[in-house]
């Protein structure tokens, strides 16, 4: 098993959630890290912890990632970072695995899963060796204490529950 460390500026952490149950929001966290300890040819025994910084939440909108800042949303001052902690890794397919471990948000840790695969290895051209993965899933605000909400005149609400994330991470080894 070797160390690999996120290379941020090849990496990405995106998230979607219905808006007025008729669209989608989308954004990205610009600060994240991992630890990872992983054979990329068979993650099934990797140890894998991963950290976004909430403060560095963007939907392209200022006010918008103001108000997910404050405490009718992540409430970064309180609780600046999502944590991921992986207790159980299930290969599913070749390269594609089901990730389960602990999301600790907003003083809330609930076990979820996500999809992961592996996209390949490679060199760069300064010869470091690098790795690519990609993750998929999705969690509910409400189990988070996420419940912040506005009822729509026409039924419905203004913000959905499930929040969809898609991660491509491109890693260095033993960085």
């Known amino acids: ?15 979607s959630v219905k808006h007025m149950m008729i669209a989608k929001v989308k954004g990205s966290f610009h600060q ?12 099934s025994n990797a140890a894998i912890s991963f950290k976004i910084d909430l403060a560095s939440v963007d939907t392209r909108n200022a006010d918008r990632d103001a ?10 001052e309180t609780y600046p970072e999502l944590v991921f902690q992986a207790t159980k890794i299930t290969k599913t397919d070749d390269g594609e695995y089901d990730v389960t471990g602990n999301v600790s948000l907003h003083g809330v840790t609930k076990e979820e899963t996500f999809e992961v695969s592996f996209e390949g290895t490679g060199k760069d051209p300064w010869g470091n060796a690098k790795v690519g993965f990609s993750a998929k899933g999705s969690l509910k605000r409400s189990d988070y204490g996420l419940t912040y909400n506005a009822a729509l005149e026409t039924g419905g609400v203004l913000i959905g529950d499930e ?10 080894a033993g960085a």
């Open 67 to 76: 108000h997910l800042r404050n405490p009718d949303f992540f409430n970064v």
């Open 1 to 15: 098993m070797a160390k690999w460390t996120v290379d941020t500026a090849h990496s990405s952490v995106d998230f």
């Open 32 to 43: 994240f890290s991992a630890d990872i300890e992983a054979d990329p040819a068979d993650l």
């Open 163 to 172: 929040v969809k994330f898609t991660l491509d991470i491109e890693a260095i």
